[in-house]
């Protein structure tokens, strides 16, 4: 399938060229926000270091600036300063916000608004001046004729709609404004109906011509258009409509007087003036020029009609049409289709379509991928892309067919906005979205239908009998025991395999993920970022307290971990540092410039700093306020059985496609278990509910594992393959879960007496 683009491939090259630090990342999360072009932010460093910004309450330079950018933002919109105020805010929600703080209702006013809005929409509903409030669908959005129109009241009602769905990018017919403005909306006849236009997905892609259609209110986020400056936006207001408006809080620069002695203050006249309270934020808002600028230069316009913004619509749209169909089109060996696709419209009009393609995967049997497997697919394969509902639940819930008890069912089974808990019962609780930018092409397109068809469509399962049947190694009766200890001084680094026995402690293994490595921002450092963090292996020395360092390319390096210690208890100077680990704040002592030369160095990356767990600093696990942890994840131990992960290595499909190697060592290294353990039959581990090891080593389970893209590194290499996550998804509907967390019984097993020994028998209860 050809594709005919707006944009010529001079233009597609220059604009390439404006954005190598993608390097082999292919982007497809506009919706959520453009990307700023290179030469758009060197543009904004230029003015800022050439011109001396002040507070605008102090310089008019300033001021003059600010105004240009009104200006121009009107322009960009077809429309003068005589029609439509802007007043600067933090963005489209803040916008929205201010509009039901301040809109007039009246007696008989009401608030109504479409399912299809944005959270930010019924967020409005807890703080508008009226009580009736009023949800619509789609098919509700009809003016009433010019025939029916009854005399108004001295009342004023708003309409809230999205001029695009962030949904699916279905447009709606602007045309409506207008009709609404002038006859009312059918089935409410009491008041005068007014429009706020949330114009915050529409107008990062489309061309929203105000000196056409002429909404009360329209709200804005600037980074939706050029990806620079995050937290500006803009209401516009149109001239009819600002007496509609009483804002009540006045802050600094927004009264003419206001006396301290008495409750008594006069606003300034102009609209502008009295709304923006304080000083805004005048160097972002200078920069909106450089966006202006840029695109205008990137994707000029072509003559009458084709502006940048409106060329941007079609290049846009024509993209997401080639995804539809491409999509549309996939299908498996059987002929049932790869995935469902969730759009009010066919592609056919670029008026009613914006370039935003939304879906779900299927498998060959009809059942859904869950998003959250898809996501770590695309994640693996380097594209970027939206899951979820994208904070817009009426238009999930109407596309995916979901009913209001479907909902609550789905939250009630612990499924919040945001989380990776993708399939309830089988039923999707969100979708796909891909979405295009005026930087996007085709190639875009055609890396995310490779990915499909390398992962679902070509995946097929092997005819024969399995090497699990065929597998002399395991036996019927055979007995489980603890095959191996394994421990990760420096979170996300390789492990630190013991055959023999090794202490436990009140957080577990003894110097398990006591260390972490994190960047020059304090950041934790992980594989997920870091793939080559698999080659740094530590080795702890129990007699001489000492660590020390492998990596293939770096001499070793050796730390002295009691010296360490005496640090951490306040015996000498100590440099504490904070970083955060799993969303918690955890106090940590820095080990030093010399071992930091030494992580930099072998991971190629300046500024990285080797932190250790401060003594007396409390971890505790998610699962349990009474167990400690040192820095994993989430519980003291994960227990790994190996014939459970050959169990899984038989359930990837061709399977000699796939680089992971045969080894099950390598396989079973993926998923970073501490206590690698042998039973049969395989997975009987996730029905066990305490865990005996030896003669009288108790441990109760914490709850299974939730896997995510680090089982698709391999520890050997650092390379990065689609399995086995897609297969743990697929064998357990959608649930990215392998592994058992395992807390130790014992309130505080501080002493190096309680140890661990390979060999010993394991017996898994289910009771």
């Known amino acids: 399938m050809e594709l005919h683009g707006e944009l010529t491939r001079d233009e597609l090259n220059a604009i390439e060229r404006e954005f190598t630090r993608l390097k082999d990342k292919c982007y497809l999360d506009h919706a959520g926000t453009t990307l700023y072009a290179d030469s758009q932010i060197r543009a904004v460093q230029q003015c800022l270091t050439e011109n001396l910004l002040c507070n605008p309450h102090t310089s008019r330079t300033t001021e003059d ?103 699916n990018g279905v447009k709606h017919r602007l045309k409506v404004i207008t009709e609404i403005q002038q006859n009312g909306l059918e089935g409410h006849d009491r008041a005068r109906m007014h429009v706020c236009l949330d114009a915050a997905s529409y107008a990062g892609t489309s061309f929203l011509d105000l000196g056409l259609y002429k909404p009360d209110f329209v709200c804005l986020s600037f980074y939706k258009i050029f990806g620079f400056p995050t937290g500006l936006g803009a209401l516009l207001v149109h001239r009819d409509a600002s007496s509609l408006l009483r804002k009540r809080y006045y802050g600094g620069g927004t009264v ?4 301290a002695g008495q409750n008594f203050h006069v606003k300034r006249d102009s609209l502008v003036e009295c709304f923006e309270d304080g000083t805004v934020p005048f160097t972002s808002i200078v920069s909106v020029l450089q966006g202006f600028e840029t695109l205008d230069r990137l994707v000029p316009a072509t003559g009458p009609g084709r502006s940048s913004i409106e060329r941007i619509s079609i290049h846009t749209f024509l993209l997401g049409r080639y995804c539809y169909q491409r999509l549309e089109a996939l299908r498996y060996d059987s002929g049932t289709n790869v995935v469902q696709l969730y759009h009010d419209t066919k592609f056919e009009n670029c008026s009613m379509q914006g370039g935003i393609v939304n879906f779900n995967v299927l498998h060959e049997d009809g059942s859904f991928v869950g998003f959250a497997e898809f996501a770590y697919l695309a994640s693996i394969h380097n594209i970027i892309l ?24 789905q939250f009630n089974a612990g ?145 002295n971990l009691q010296m360490l210690a005496r640090l951490s208890n306040g015996n000498q100077s100590v440099k504490l540092c904070q970083t955060k680990v799993c969303q918690d704040e955890v106090q940590a002592v820095d080990c030093g410039d010399k071992v930091a030369d030494w992580i930099s160095l072998a991971l190629q990356t300046s500024g990285l700093r080797l932190l250790r767990q401060a003594e007396g600093e409390v971890r505790t696990a998610q699962q349990s306020s009474t167990k400690e942890i040192a820095l994993s994840n989430q519980a003291q131990y994960l227990l790994i059985n190996r014939a459970s992960v050959q169990w899984l290595a038989d359930k990837v499909p061709d399977w000699d496609d796939f680089e992971m190697g045969r080894n099950l060592d390598s396989l079973v290294d993926r998923f970073r278990g501490n206590l690698i353990v042998e039973s049969v039959p395989p997975m009987e581990e996730i029905h066990w509910k305490h865990v005996t090891i030896g003669s009288n080593l108790n441990f109760v389970v914490e709850g299974p594992c939730s896997r995510c893209q680090m089982v698709c590194i391999d520890q050997t290499t650092g390379s990065k393959t689609v399995e086995p996550l897609r297969t743990i998804a697929r064998e357990f509907k959608g649930k990215m879960r392998f592994g058992i967390y395992l807390s130790h019984l014992a309130l505080d097993p501080v002493s190096d007496e309680i140890w661990l020994h390979c060999g010993s028998i394991i017996d898994g209860t289910i009771e």
């Open 256 to 259: 003419k007087l206001a006396m």
């Open 65 to 167: 600036l600010i105004d240009q950018v009104r200006y121009r933002t009107l322009k960009h919109f077809n429309v003068r300063s005589t029609e439509y105020s802007v007043i600067f805010t933090s963005g489209a929600t803040a916008s929205l916000r201010l509009v039901a703080e301040c809109f007039q209702f009246g007696t008989v006013g009401s608030f109504v608004y479409l399912r299809d809005n944005h959270t930010s929409v019924l967020g409005m509903r807890e703080i508008v001046n009226t009580e009736r409030i009023v949800p619509i669908e789609r098919s509700q959005l009809l003016p009433k004729s010019a025939t029916e129109t009854e005399a108004n009241v001295d009342a004023d009602s708003l309409l809230v709609l999205p001029a695009q769905c962030n949904f």
């Open 386 to 409: 939206r899951t979820g509902c994208f904070c817009n639940p009426g238009a999930c819930q109407r596309l995916l067919g979901l009913t209001d008890e479907d909902v609550l069912k």
């Open 415 to 559: 499924h919040v906005c945001g989380d990776s808990n993708d399939l309830i019962d089988g039923q999707p609780t969100g979708s796909v979205r891909v979405s295009f930018g005026y930087m996007s092409q085709k190639k875009d397109v055609d890396r995310l239908l490779e990915m499909l068809e390398e992962c679902y469509v070509r995946k097929t399962l092997r005819n024969g009998i399995s090497r699990m049947q065929i597998a002399s190694s395991y036996k019927k009766h055979f007995q489980p025991r603890l095959k191996l200890i394994c421990l990760f001084p420096i979170k996300s680094c390789g492990a630190f395999k013991i055959t023999d026995s090794w202490p436990l402690c009140r957080k577990g293994l003894k110097y398990d993920r006591e260390f972490v490595i994190v960047d020059e921002n304090g950041v934790a450092l992980t594989q997920k970022k870091q793939t080559e963090m698999c080659h740094i292996r530590p080795r702890i020395d129990l007699k001489s307290e000492q660590m020390v360092l492998f990596h293939p390319d770096m001499p070793e390096f050796t730390l």
